[in-house]
């Protein structure tokens, strides 16, 4: 049971301009969202998340919007840079669970 | 400051063989995490620490896997025997307390089992 959805394996996008990354979940208990950045070789690092009572949250260029009804976050990284480069991995969790739920994890490419 | 440390890198068995990974966890911090991820797939947590108890291991293959953090620090994850489905990278994590505090993670062990 796939609790938290990453539905594109890839996305490849010019540097420059913006990288959209999408999440789905399905457990509405999940009250917690975040998001990590991988590199080759490396662990997960953690990037940006927000709380249920937000619909938005901002840190410099990564921007993390979270759609409750429909149980959607996205991820948005203006300008992108060739550093951005990695696979992003959102990741869930609720308040008495507190155990993160990872998705499957999106590989970003950034093209010069 | 310095992060989560992982050894070995990588390790190479055979099925039926038993392996053990260690992880010594950012100074401070009193949960310690253990996921595996497998190739395409994101991390799942194995087992939460805090302190030196057992805070949830639902997801732990008893039956092969073992884990134990000692004095509350340091951490060791045993695969006993390994099967060819446990090939997959063994991330460790830390965080400062337990809930939504930030989790640190090591570079991990990949493990393949032949």
């Known amino acids: 049971d796939q609790q938290v959805k990453q539905n594109s394996p890839s996305l490849s996008v010019q540097e420059g301009r913006i990288s959209i990354l999408n999440c789905d979940y399905t457990?509405?208990?999940?009250?917690?969202f975040l998001w990590y950045k991988k590199y080759p070789a490396e662990g997960p690092t953690f990037l940006i998340s927000?709380?249920?009572?937000?619909d938005k949250n901002e840190d410099g260029r990564f921007t993390v919007f979270l759609n409750k009804s429909a149980k959607h976050l996205s991820l948005h990284i203006v300008p992108s840079q060739p550093g951005d480069s990695a696979v992003y991995f959102c990741?869930?969790?609720?308040?008495?669970?507190?155990?993160?739920?990872f998705g499957q994890g999106t590989r970003l490419t950034i093209n010069p | 400051e310095a992060g989560v440390a992982q050894s070995p890198r990588y390790k190479i068995i055979e099925k039926r063989q038993s392996v053990a990974f260690w992880c010594n966890p950012i100074?401070?911090?009193?949960?310690l995490y253990w996921y595996q991820q497998i190739l395409g797939q994101g991390p799942k947590l194995l087992i939460q620490?805090?302190?030196?108890?057992?805070?949830?291991d639902s997801q732990l293959p008893k039956d092969r896997f073992s884990a134990e953090r000692l004095k509350g620090v340091d951490s060791t994850l045993k695969i006993q025997p390994a099967k060819l489905e446990d090939s997959a990278v063994y991330l460790c994590?830390?965080?400062?307390?337990?809930?939504?505090?930030?989790?640190?993670f090591g570079p991990g062990t990949r493990l393949t089992v032949l």
């Open positions: 620490f805090q302190n030196n108890g057992v805070v949830d």
């Open positions: 457990n509405s208990m999940f009250d917690y």
């Open positions: 990741a869930a969790s609720g308040t008495g669970a507190q155990k993160l739920v």
């Open positions: 927000i709380s249920s009572i937000k």
């Open positions: 994590a830390s965080s400062f307390r337990q809930g939504v505090d930030t989790q640190y």
């Open positions: 100074s401070g911090h009193a949960t």
